[in-house]
């Protein structure tokens, strides 16, 4: 098998050619953003928004900072001004339940106008109420009524007198109410007179007074009635007198609302309880005044309390909407997504009413769209469930935590439920996405859609145009200094970087962002009025240095000898691998010593690090294909007969993936094949049962790693790294490390097999097998072949020698 070519300067980083802009700095752009490189997401939105059926709500998912939010935006506010105002939403009261505000329902921006209207009447009835009722007609007709009842009265008395007079007889009026008495000759006839008349005068004396009597108890038995009829008629002249006042006013407001019937019918209400309650506007004003009261009544407390029940609660005003509403919720507690009732303190006790209801983003994206963030809309309590019972239930309901949860013990409200009419986009991460759909049974019948983010997009002329515009976009909102066309350029390359793939960019629209915003700071440091490649190039190797301490202690430790790599010699079982570190958003790449060691055994390759638990289930299964490899290589016809062991040295943490299963086979091919390995080279690359070396990630990161201890120990052109030849487009390496490359001081080497691998690695023939099945002599191969021999011979005369002794 061929030994594979050195890579190419060319093949270890793709450039953009920024003579492909048309542009010379973004400021020639027209500040837009385009939406690339995510047409799967921009279906799912586009259908999601489109149907208008229950449950089909989106869920955006994929990585932070891929732009859902923005792309989301984006794409409803294109939308939603071409589609109605929603109407208007207001609480009033309830005059028959006052526990119960009533949910009114206006055209858009009539809601401001009925409140403003409420507010106008009342203020004009404490003017207009007071002049009717203190007018000369009034007064007249009241004093009519009070006199007819004084006359009635009079008449009834008088008449009892005269009938007394005419049987010698007076009526004393007391304190203590009324009193017969006996006359003669016009005076009353005193008690010692009395006693001396004679028996027969003294009982018809009596007889009369008790028949007088029974007459005037009659008579005051129907004072009440005749006082309750003057009440009644004074009563009526009242409503006749308020309705009077009132009813102009009250046309005059149906008259603007007549299309309504949910209004006329409140104002229908209204009109009934201030005639029936005039009282309340003929109050003078006192200092003591307060808009809370529960259950509103009417006392001298002060006229606007009293008329507080006729106010109106402006929930939702849309008058100044252009379309449907497109609500983004910062922060999703259940209180700011489906309202509250709040409740004010007096006089020690907490209180409320319906003018305390606050609205939530149910109520202000209600007929339009709500954006949520998934992650902060689970951490609040109750905001999950309270969401899904809106959706569910197709309405708003409003309760009061502390009432719900027995948390506070005062009387609250129950409002009328508002109809919800809206669509729902949660943004989250996709393991989020997975586990909701998995654990919750109803999140996929409320959020049917999914819109799936890709972490990146194809790279070409379209993608370069719309990373400019986005460039472009960001200098011209953020108001940063504009951008040469080779930043642009330099920007672009970077996110093929941070892509992990030549012929691909990041979606990570936040780190464009961010880096941007550094670039720009740079120039305007350095007195530019552009900021050019050279700016973002050092703003790259600033965000490098600030996350390289870690990388640079362990290098530091590399160069004291305090971690062994050997990158001078030549070894026999022993291999430069490459790792990859993740600490936090960084990562950085590092070598680290593998080696292996055989002996006589039972075709076992032991990994030290899965028998300690310190390496995962992925690196477990790379090392046992190593067995399958060998075995059915060289031990097809005859057992493995090795014991192996591997290990990676100086490892104090858990280790976890396949790709130095590769490194380890060549290790092990070393330690059989008793050939040594060139120390100044390193391997990264699975394997498979097969020997065809397999793409790993983060390459880019492990050659960065080792190319910077060669360095530090000096090139000498012999150093380089072995990548399987499926990752070559991934590489989009440091500047420095291509012109060393270029320099022929370190070299690339892409690899398909393990072959290939073991004969740069050794500088002796892999060898192939010939069609008897047998190797050339001298190759890495043949040598494997014949020492596992060898083994396998040993122990079938060892085994014999066993079977051959007597036994004890």
């Known amino acids: 098998m061929p030994i594979p070519a050195k890579l190419l300067p ?18 020639d752009l027209d500040g837009s953003t385009e939406i690339a490189g995510q047409e799967r997401a921009l279906e799912a939105i586009r259908l999601g928004m489109g149907i208008r059926r229950d449950g089909f709500n989106l869920f955006a998912l994929g990585p932070s900072g891929t732009g859902k939010e923005t792309t989301v935006l984006q794409l409803l506010n294109a939308v939603a001004p071409k589609e109605a105002r929603p109407d208007d939403w207001c609480y009033v009261y309830n005059f028959g339940k006052p526990r119960s505000p009533k949910a009114l329902r206006l055209p858009p921006g009539q809601a401001c106008r009925l409140s403003d209207d409420m507010e106008r009447l009342v203020e004009t009835l404490f003017g207009v109420m007071p002049a009717a009722f203190s007018s000369e007609e009034y007064q007249s007709r009241e004093k009519e009524i009070g006199e007819a009842l004084q006359e009635k009265q009079s008449s009834a008395i008088e008449a009892i007198e005269h009938d007394a007079q005419e049987h010698e007889i007076t009526l004393i009026r007391t304190p203590g109410g009324f009193a017969f008495a006996p006359v003669h000759e016009g005076k009353v006839i005193a008690p010692d007179v009395y006693m001396q008349m004679k028996q027969e005068e003294r009982d018809k004396i009596e007889k009369e007074t008790n028949r007088l ?5 009659s008579i005051m038995a129907q004072f009440p009635k ?3 009829e003057t009440a009644d008629k004074i009563k009526e002249l009242n409503r006749e007198v308020s309705a009077f006042a009132l009813k102009p006013l009250m046309d005059e407001i149906r008259a603007r609302y007549k299309e309504v019937e949910e209004v006329l019918r409140y104002l229908d209400e209204v009109e ?4 029936e309650n005039f009282g309340q506007f003929l109050e003078k004003e006192t200092p003591e005044e307060g808009p809370f009261m529960m259950p509103p009544q009417f006392s001298p407390a002060g006229r606007k309390r009293s008329a507080v029940r006729y106010r109106v609660n402006v929930m939702i005003d849309n008058s100044k909407l252009n379309g449907a509403p497109v609500i983004l919720e910062d922060k999703p507690a259940t209180q700011n997504l ?17 003018t305390l209801i606050k609205p939530g983003a149910l109520h202000r994206a209600n007929g339009g769209y709500l954006i949520l963030d998934a992650r902060r809309l689970l951490l609040e309590p109750f905001a999950w469930e309270a969401l899904k019972k809106a959706l569910r239930t197709r309405q708003i309901r409003i309760e009061s935590l502390a009432q719900l949860y027995s948390l506070v013990s005062t009387i609250s409200l129950e409002p009328e439920p508002i109809p919800l009419d809206l669509k729902v986009v949660l943004l989250g991460e996709r393991r989020l996405y997975y586990l909701l759909s998995s654990y919750d049974p109803d999140f996929n019948e409320l959020f049917k859609i999914a819109a799936d983010f890709d972490n990146d997009m194809q790279r070409n002329d379209e993608t370069h145009l719309a990373y400019a515009h986005l460039v472009g976009s960001i200098a011209a909102r953020d108001k940063l200094l504009p951008f040469e066309r080779d930043a642009v350029a330099r920007i672009i390359e970077h996110g093929s970087r941070m892509a992990g793939d030549a012929t691909r960019l990041s979606s990570n629209l936040q780190a464009i962002r961010d880096l941007a915003h550094e670039a720009e700071y740079h120039a305007a440091q350095n007195k530019r009025t552009q900021v050019s490649a050279d700016d973002v190039e050092a703003m790259l190797e600033a965000q490098r240095y600030r996350a390289a301490r870690v990388q640079e202690r362990m290098r530091e430790a590399m160069m004291r000898g305090t971690i062994l790599i050997d990158t001078s010699s030549e070894q026999v079982g022993q291999i430069n691998g490459l790792s990859v570190y993740s600490l936090g958003e960084q990562s950085f790449g590092t070598p680290s010593r593998i080696t292996a060691r055989v002996r006589l055994g039972k075709g076992e390759v032991i990994d030290i690090e899965r028998e300690v638990e310190m390496g995962g289930p992925i690196h477990s299964k790379g090392v046992m294909i190593l067995s399958g490899f060998l075995g059915s290589r060289y031990a097809a016809d005859e057992p493995l007969s090795l014991s192996a062991t591997l290990v990676f040295e100086q490892s104090y943490g858990g280790i976890e993936g396949d790709s130095a299963s590769s490194t380890e086979l060549y290790a092990l091919l070393s330690a059989i094949s008793g050939i040594p390995i060139r120390q100044w080279l390193a391997v990264t690359g699975s394997v498979n049962q097969h020997g065809q070396v397999q793409a790993i990630g983060g390459v880019n990161d492990k050659i960065e790693g080792f190319f910077d201890l060669c360095k530090a120990r000096g090139l000498d052109g012999r150093h380089g790294v072995l990548i399987p030849a499926s990752n070559v487009t991934h590489l989009m390496l440091r500047h420095d490390i291509v012109k060393a490359v270029e320099a022929g001081e370190f070299s690339i080497w892409p690899v398909t097999h393990i072959d290939e691998g073991i004969e740069i690695l050794t500088g002796v023939p ?3 097998m010939d069609e008897n099945g047998a190797w050339p002599e001298g190759t890495v191969n043949a040598k494997v072949f014949e020492r596992l021999k060898t083994m396998a011979e040993k122990l079938k005369a060892f085994g014999k020698k066993q079977s051959d002794e007597p036994e004890k």
């Open 10 to 27: 060319a093949q270890l980083y793709s450039r953009c050619d920024p003579g492909q802009f048309t542009f010379s700095t973004t400021a």
């Open 226 to 228: 005749w006082q309750r």
């Open 766 to 768: 892999a060898g192939e």
């Open 272 to 275: 009934r309880d201030m005639i």
């Open 338 to 354: 489906v309202g509250d009732i709040e409740h004010a303190a007096q006089m020690g006790t907490l209180i409320t009413d319906f």
């Open 213 to 217: 009597r029974d007459s005037l108890q």
